[in-house]
């Protein structure tokens, strides 16, 4: 048996998402199923109305390309989503992969209604209806390669959300009238009016327009030909590109001019103004002013901060982690993430007053690496951990613990100089560099990354007897 199904111009996500799932737990294999509706030579069933047996379980990553690849104009896309699902399911490869042949294709389509979605908030440009109602009314014309308009909408009802506006598109039309918004069927392409503020856009496109730094490929890419026709300021991009090289030698003629007499006083003063580093702070206050402006290595040019310890100044008991993760150098505070929580679940547990106790890392400034929209941690090494040391060293000698607990191997290493295994030191006490004992444990990011139950359960216990052993010997 065969079974159709028809996704609708709107809602095809939802829709998508409902067949698939009836589909995948009766077990219905993805040649069996025509997405396209069943309009072939042989007659086709709809699917089943009651949900199967089976249980499906699909990670978050499948559902994130599934909303985007769905709106490309590719009359497989369905398929292929359930083919990638079939497989997942039955554990057959990883059909996310961009190793993968199923997979690089979704990667691609996703990858293009993304992109388009962008192009629509970039190129799509408003022009006001006249009318004495109490909202201003606009409307708009649009042409996406994908059926992106339903997913990218969004973005105008949050931006233009006191104005009342249409965007009309071949495939589909969408409503945005008294804060509501609806669509309706494909429109033709409307009689918009002129609007005045386009010749305002338009000089002020073409004044900011730099003929030294044209570069024609690029600029293509990011504003393809196929707008042009729809956005203002396109037809002025000709003339511009024939006077470029003109005015590249204008620009060159006039030559750079020299400095005013007494710009170097004024430069002197104003650097002289600027916040300076201590080299010997006399309180652990002045401190943390000097490291707010630290420079002694290169972490503090990607950091959004310094971040400083917190916690009683005169603490008896000190811990040190590694360095901070992305909320904390967004915080500004230490151990605000999810390590942070596990750490203060293991000081509840063991009985350990955070604000009796100063919290802090080993490297003040968080180090990481960019992978699209997130900041991915990366350990400090041993020369940035060095750097670093001289702040710690401050932050012991002012608040001055009768113990400190380094979790992990950074704030170990930090601490004793001692670069040793984490394995055959966790929970033993070494002398610290300062002259202070320090208590090595496992630090709670370890924990969080530990997959087997079991493990984890144990690191947990390590850490809170750890700092249950701490905070007795600190009293």
Same mark, same amino acid.
């Given at each position: ?27 219905? %294999? @993805? +040649? /069996?199923?025509?997405?396209?509706? &069943? $309009?072939? #030579? ?126 009309? %598109? @071949? +495939? /589909?039309?969408?409503?945005?009238? &008294? $804060?509501? #918004? ?147 150098d967004l915080e500004g505070k230490p151990f605000v993430g999810p390590a942070g929580q596990v750490l203060q679940q293991a000081m509840a547990a063991a ?38 040391r001289w702040w710690l060293g401050l932050e012991l000698g002012f608040v001055q613990p009768k113990l400190t607990v380094a979790l992990g191997a950074t ?65």
């Open positions: 048996m065969t079974y159709a199904v028809t996704l609708p111009d709107l809602g095809p996500l939802d829709a998508w998402r409902n067949a698939a799932r009836i589909a995948i737990s009766h077990r219905i %294999t @993805p +040649d /069996l199923i025509d997405w396209s509706g &069943g $309009g072939g #030579l042989f007659a086709a069933s709809p699917l089943p109305d009651q949900q199967g047996p089976h249980q499906a379980k699909v990670p978050a990553a499948f559902f994130d390309m599934a909303k985007s690849a769905i709106w490309h104009k590719s009359p497989d896309r369905a398929a292929l989503l359930y083919q990638a699902l079939w497989r997942i399911d039955r554990r057959d490869g990883d059909p996310l992969s961009s190793a993968d042949p199923l997979g690089r294709r979704l990667q691609l389509l996703a990858k293009n209604v993304r992109r388009d979605i962008h192009k629509m908030h970039a190129f799509v440009r408003f022009r006001e209806l006249p009318g004495d109602s109490a909202r201003r009314r606009f409307a708009a014309w649009f042409e996406p390669e994908h059926h992106t308009l339903e997913p990218g909408v969004p973005f105008f009802a949050k931006r233009f959300a006191d104005m009342d506006w249409m965007i009309a %598109t @071949p +495939d /589909l039309t969408a409503y945005f009238e &008294g $804060g509501q #918004l609806r669509f309706g069927p494909a429109a033709a392409r409307p009689d918009l009016p002129d609007d005045a503020s386009e010749s305002l856009w338009a000089t002020y496109f073409a004044n900011i327009f730099n003929p030294a730094r044209i570069k024609l490929d690029a600029m293509r890419s990011e504003m393809p030909k196929k707008y042009w026709k729809n956005l203002p300021e396109t037809a002025l991009i000709p003339a511009m590109l024939k006077d470029a090289e003109a005015r590249v030698q204008r620009m060159r003629a006039a030559g750079s001019t020299p400095a005013r007499p007494g710009a170097a006083a004024v430069s002197t003063r104003y650097r002289a103004a600027m916040p300076q580093a201590v080299d010997l702070p006399d309180s652990l206050d002045q401190a943390r002013e000097a490291a707010l402006q630290c420079r002694r290595c290169t972490l503090c040019e990607k950091a959004t901060q310094t971040v400083w310890g917190t916690g009683a100044p005169d603490a008896a008991l000190m811990i040190v982690g590694e360095q901070p993760g992305d909320r904390e009985g350990v007053d955070p604000a009796a106790t100063w919290l802090t890392n080993a490297v003040k400034h968080f180090k990481f690496t960019a992978r699209g929209k997130r900041r991915m941690h990366q350990s400090p090494d041993r020369a940035e951990i060095d750097h670093c704030a170990a290493y930090a601490l004793t100089g001692n670069a040793a295994p984490m394995a055959d030191r966790q929970g033993r006490i070494e002398q610290g560099l300062h002259n202070g004992p320090v208590l090595v444990t496992w630090h709670p990011s370890y924990i969080l990354r530990l997959t087997d139950a079991a493990a984890q359960a144990t690191a947990r216990a390590d850490l809170t007897a750890a700092l249950y052993e701490a905070a007795r010997r600190a009293t």
